[in-house]
């Protein structure tokens, strides 16, 4: 099982510590970093000021939301990004939600999700493989774009540029069981979130059908500390914000992954509570249980225990959210 640092997307301000947490990774044998992006920093920008400022490690997006940018754009994303880093590129996308795609981006939330990101990964392997001009008669992606307001003066088009590597890897989050079942058949590897190395029977089948070198790369809140209980506190306050105010009440996938899990009444609880603006009361109403089952958190002895349910499972990449390098230096050890 390889190791990767996560530093999701920046809060109010650049993250000062992300670039050294980034050095300091690839300085202990760390796979990869990751970043990712929500209704403020963008997940590319962040990568390449890392590939400059590194020369090893891998860089992945988890996730570069669908919506943000049309399929072409992001291939030209990575195409550039993999060039400018050595082919050091993992392109990990997510189609986000209604909220987010509706409220942020301005765009309608596909009626047919699975299509939609099926379209998606077609236009950015056709781009990045650069056999022909992309062609595609889709219900969401149609290349050339053929809709009622049309010019119709659009032709099929390649990349000017060279792709450094035609197979450069496609990763996708995917929640629903339909979607993790597609994942495995239309991308290289899934990003799953909320991952439990205790209730990995839940991917048993999907998994069973994905094909060789196929990756699996949760992610996960890591912190070496004596106080377990206040080592999960940030891992509840993430819960809370995904399961709150990540989605809509009627239409939340984190809520019902989290559903589907075990935790179902604690999870409609957290989004009642979160909605009528009782946020510290929704922290609190995360189990420690459910936090403490998708995480790495207490003492080294502890976490060295937990980390091995990890090894044992179908988990190819460990993608690691922790706070201070001791932490990373710790699971580092604790992996080799």
Known sequence: MRLGLALGYWSRTPAPGHLALARQAETYGYHSVWTAESWG????????WIAAHTTRIRLGTAVAQMAART???????????DHLSGGRLTLGLGLSGPQVVEGWYGRPFPASPLTATREYVDVVRQVLRRAE????AGRFHSHPYTGDDATGLGRPLKSITHPLRADLPVLLGAEGPRNIAQTVRIADGWLPLYWSPLRT??????????PEGFVVAPIAQARVCDDVSEGLRPVKAMLAFYIGGMGHARHNFHADLMA????EEAARRVQKLFAEGHRAEAVAAVPD???????LVG??????????????????????????????????????
């Open 41 to 48: 920093s963008d997940a590319f920008t962040p990568l390449a």
């Open 299 to 336: 003492p080294r002895e502890r976490v060295a225990e937990r980390l091995e349910l990890w090894r044992a499972g179908p988990v190819t990449d460990l993608l690691l959210t922790a706070p201070d390098p001791l932490t990373l230096r710790v699971l580092a050890e604790l992996n080799s």
């Open 71 to 81: 399929p072409t754009a992001t291939a030209m994303h990575a195409l550039t990004l």
């Open 289 to 295: 249980a459910f936090a403490d089952e998708i995480s």
């Open 133 to 136: 001009p992309v062609r595609l």
């Open 260 to 263: 589907r899990m075990g935790f």
């Open 201 to 210: 029977a839940m991917y048993e089948e999907p998994l069973a059908a994905a």
